[in-house]
């Protein structure tokens, strides 16, 4: 491969980084066709995209990101692969689900909510993690409840008043 053709690799890596907010470093090798071929389609159905690439490649591309990355250079060895995708815990869950009935992909490391995740210890708590728009469900849910309750006090207390006066009109 030329020194062009390395340098456009490079910079197309950099350039999904910079768009992609989270990325999972994993190992796939030893998958079988049909176990890679599936997983690729895990992966589009999930909207993460799944690229191997070689380790210098990508330490030079996450050298050319802005961030801290340097904590995930140790990982960079052996076959690596990676997924990107712009909600946090999806690659997770998707690893976590794979591998009930496979023994990859392995993960070695992972940059979620600009935090470094290192081996594969970290499926689990990176599965839990919630993503950007679950944490905003939950506020909305939590600043609706109060209203939601001071609604139905009002609501029935209305129809208590209006029983009352109902009662009351009846017995003249």
Known sequence: MRKEEKQQIVDSI???IRENN???????????AEGTSLLRRKCFEKDVELVVVKNTLLKRALEQVEGDYSELYDVLKGSTSVMFTETGNVPAKLIKDFRTKNDKPILKGAYV?????TGDDQIEALATIKSKE???GDIISLLQSPVKNVMS???SGGNTITGVLKTLSEKE
Do not use: K, N, P, R
């Not at 989270?22 to 079988?32: A, P």
């Not at 909510?113 to 995740?117: G, R």
């Open 22 to 32: 989270h990325f999972y470093l994993t190992d796939i090798s030893g998958m079988d």
């Open 113 to 117: 909510e600009e935090s470094v995740y």
């Open 153 to 155: 006090a009002l609501q």
């Open 14 to 16: 950099a350039q999904q």
């Open 134 to 136: 679950e944490l905003l």
